[in-house]
Structure formats: structure tokens, C-alpha cells
């Protein structure tokens, strides 16, 4: 019973750099989502998806592209890094809406 | 992780007493709210949630009441336990039925033995 799975826990890029963070959720939940949390911040909607092949823009989504090419799994990538993008991210999915699960984060630091 | 705490307000509480957590909410017009306890390192984890349509709600040793007149929600946790350790935030549903939230920046909870 994974729940929500995120990978890498951790990662450091140098500014300008691409890269791809891996979300996989196990519960047959339609909706996913994307969000940074960044200090003194509460969670910050990047972007989400109600489906398998639809994706659309949070709060936040500049800098950021997200794909959802099967349902189980929802893709963020970075396509060039830079420092402003630190952050811990979290994935997330949902039954509709209710409350979301969560995995536990990726920490990325951008130099 | 614990650098996204480093700012937060911090509640101390003696091993065994309850616990009190407010969060302020701005949108009159919310009407679903929820409580998430987050460990370091670890993902927000649902405690509770309530509707605008109650005033209080209680599941096992937490109880959230909801003062819909001066938009606040608190959090008690009763008899608290070194693993209740934690952040805690508030979210509120601002689009009925729909995923859009607003979350609240937390409250550490730290639990002395």
C-alpha cells in the first residue's frame, strides 16, 4: 500500500539544467497534482490534472510543463532550472474532491 | 523538510494536555476546510475536515471547530502525545466541489516530555 510515490527524495542542479520529477500513486485516483512549499508559504498549486492526457495551470505553473500519460502517473519537469525554483515539491492525487494524499516531497536545490 | 519550518509560530505543550491550534481563513465564501499534520520530511497527512454547515467536529482525540462569523478554525488535540510532534496547517476549499484549495503557512506543534 504505497500511496503516493515521488522521485527522487533529493536532487541539486546547477541553474539551466533539466529535469524530470517522477510521481506514481497507486489508488486509482482520477485527479493529481503538482505543488512547491516554500518557507513561510503554504502549498502552492503548480499545476494538476483530472485525468489520464489532460493536464492545466495552478497557481504557479511558469518554468514548469507536466504530463499525464497514464493515470497512475503525473510528470514535472523543469526545463531550465533556475534558483528560484528551490523547493520542496509534493505530488498529489485525489478521488474527485476530496482531500488529497500526498507523497513525501522532493527537495531540490538549484545553484 | 525542516528548512520550510523555520518561520513558522511554535506551540509548546506539556506531554498529556490538549492542545489548541487556530488558523484564520479569508474567504467567507469557503465552505469546506481541512487539517493536515506534516512531519519532517514527510508529506501533509489529513487529520480532519469540516463543512460550513457545522460548527464542530470530532474524530479520535482531535475535535475541529469552525467560527464561521470571524472565519477561524482550530484544532485541539487532546491528551497529546510526543508523536502529535508536528506542523499542522489549515486549507480551505474556496470553489465548492471543486480541487482548488488555499493552504494556511502552519503551526509547529512541539510536544515536551
Known amino acids: 500500500n504505497a500511496g503516493v510515490t515521488q522521485t527522487p527524495k533529493f536532487r541539486v542542479l546547477k541553474t539551466g539544467q533539466s529535469m524530470t520529477l517522477l510521481c506514481a500513486q497507486d489508488m486509482n485516483h482520477e485527479y493529481m497534482y503538482w505543488y512547491r512549499q516554500d518557507p513561510g508559504m503554504g502549498l502552492r498549486l503548480i499545476h494538476y490534472?483530472?485525468?489520464?492526457?489532460?493536464?492545466a495551470k495552478g497557481e504557479v505553473p511558469d518554468g514548469y510543463n507536466v504530463s499525464r500519460l497514464k493515470k497512475q502517473n503525473f510528470l514535472l519537469g523543469l526545463e531550465s532550472a533556475a534558483p528560484s525554483q528551490t523547493s520542496v515539491y509534493f505530488c498529489a492525487s485525489s478521488y474527485g474532491v476530496q482531500p488529497q494524499h500526498f507523497g513525501d516531497g522532493t527537495r531540490l536545490s538549484i545553484l | 523538510g525542516e528548512s520550510v519550518g523555520l518561520h513558522l509560530p511554535t506551540l509548546s505543550v506539556q506531554e498529556g494536555d490538549n492542545s489548541i491550534i487556530n488558523c484564520a481563513y479569508s474567504n467567507s465564501a469557503s465552505d469546506y476546510f481541512i487539517w493536515y499534520k506534516q512531519e519532517s520530511g514527510k508529506g501533509p497527512q489529513f487529520i480532519i475536515d469540516?463543512?460550513?454547515?457545522?460548527d464542530k467536529r470530532q474524530g479520535q482525540r482531535v475535535t475541529v471547530l469552525l467560527n464561521k462569523t470571524v472565519k477561524h478554525l482550530s484544532l485541539q488535540i487532546a491528551a497529546t502525545q510526543p508523536g502529535d510532534s508536528a506542523v499542522y496547517f489549515c486549507a480551505e476549499n474556496r470553489l465548492s466541489g471543486t480541487y482548488k484549495y488555499i493552504f494556511g503557512t502552519g503551526t509547529r506543534l512541539k510536544v515536551l516530555a
Open positions: 490534472s483530472v485525468g489520464e492526457g489532460t493536464t
Open positions: 469540516i463543512r460550513s454547515n457545522m
